[in-house]
């Protein structure tokens, strides 16, 4: 059987890996456009590197009047728990490096002000009790909160009522690192085979089921057949879901606005004193990705302070392309059904 992933992210290679090491005998091709893999957005500076595992992000524990839900928690603490299960194997193999050139044990810590103290101890005294989160303590104890989070509280004034919860055994990981690895492993030890600099210009499902895939190498158009197509493009998916023949693809579009961090870097003693990440509250309404860290970072042996994210205006869907490919996304569409 043929697949074709386009895209060298960590999507597109713990797909690929995943598969051969199931199937060794699958004929896999990744199709990238830069020059090397996990250089788009799951480079090390192109996210914030947390471990998601419902440990300090609120998001996961929606609150309801007194009723406060874990099913999203319980259920992303499970699947990051697969995770390292599948890169413990990995480095067992030796297929990547040591554990610390991609993972890093880091608080996760949540804090909040007066507002919302009473959901925090809530989200707590409930998580708590499951073995998922058996070690999270929690305090409203300025001092204690200090030693956990020392960074996060400098300046504070002592008298302003703040709660905190933090669990020592969180991760801060470097997805870019981790793909980087996995790719050079796909590709020189399960035959993998990587054609970067090959940018797909378009997808589709021809009459007998195969896909088609029309590309650019380097100028030159080329044209890959495959029986299953993963699409892990990240950002630029869009622009070959809206040329796909997918019946659905009218229904979606990117908006054109991304995330910035604010960085600094940090010598080892600072991030052994801060050794964090600290999430705070975002206002009610506001999507996920708009709340507000501050994270310790372990990037090639040197460790950097992110805080953000900033919301960026960036009409682009990926490192690289065109100021218009978000504007060539959109299609006119009269439809009062969605
Ligand atoms: C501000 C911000 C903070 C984040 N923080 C976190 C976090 O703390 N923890 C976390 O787990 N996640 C975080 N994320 C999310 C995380 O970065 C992404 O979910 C993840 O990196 C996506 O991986 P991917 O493989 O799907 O995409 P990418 O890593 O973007 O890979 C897609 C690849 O496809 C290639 N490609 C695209 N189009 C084509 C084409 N037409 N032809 C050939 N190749 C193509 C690209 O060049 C790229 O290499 C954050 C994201 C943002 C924006």
Redesign the pocket.
């Known amino acids: 059987m043929k697949i074709v992933i386009?895209?060298?992210?960590?999507?597109?290679t713990t797909f690929a890996t995943l598969a051969k090491e199931l199937a060794p005998d699958l004929d896999i091709t990744i199709?990238?456009?830069?020059d090397a893999?996990?250089?788009?957005?799951?480079?090390a500076f192109?996210?914030?590197?947390?471990?998601?595992e419902a440990n300090c992000e609120l998001n996961y524990t929606p609150v309801d009047g007194e009723v406060i839900s874990l099913e999203k928690a319980l259920k992303i603490h499970a699947q990051f728990n697969v995770a390292k299960q599948f890169w413990a194997y990995l480095v067992e193999k030796g297929a990547v490096k040591q554990p610390k050139t991609f993972i890093n044990q880091t608080k996760h810590c949540t804090l909040v002000s007066e507002s919302s103290i009473e959901e925090l101890k809530l989200r707590f005294e409930e998580m708590s009790v499951h073995h998922f989160f058996e070690h999270m303590r929690y305090s409203e104890d300025f001092d204690e909160i200090k030693s956990w989070i020392p960074f996060t509280m400098d300046g504070r004034p002592r008298h302003e009522k703040m709660a905190a919860t933090v669990i020592e055994t969180g991760t801060d990981?470097n997805?870019g690192s981790l793909?980087e690895q996995m790719a050079a492993h796909a590709e020189h030890s399960l035959g993998v085979k990587i054609e970067y600099g090959?940018?797909?210009?378009r997808a589709y499902r021809s009459p007998t089921g195969r896909w088609i895939i029309s590309?650019d190498t380097k100028g030159d158009p080329v044209e890959y057949k495959a029986d299953v197509l993963f699409v892990?493009?990240?950002?630029?998916?869009f622009?070959?879901l809206k040329k796909s023949h997918l019946p659905f693809r009218s229904r979606y579009t990117g908006f054109p606005v991304?995330?910035r961090?604010l960085q600094a870097p940090i010598s080892e003693e600072q991030a052994q004193l801060y050794k964090a990440k600290t999430y705070g509250r975002a206002k009610v309404g506001a999507p996920p990705?708009s709340v507000p860290h501050l994270d310790l970072r372990a990037v090639e042996g040197k460790h950097y302070l992110l805080f953000?994210?900033f919301a960026s205006f960036k009409p682009l869907l990926?490192?690289g392309r065109g100021f218009f490919d978000y504007l060539g996304s959109i299609r006119y569409m009269i439809s009062p059904a969605y």
């Open positions: 386009i895209g060298a992210g960590i999507m597109g199709l990238e456009r830069l893999a996990g250089a788009g957005n799951s480079w192109n996210n914030a590197g947390t471990g998601h990981v997805f793909t090959t940018h797909v210009k590309a892990g493009a990240g950002g630029g998916a622009p070959l991304g995330g961090f990705m953000g994210p990926e490192k």
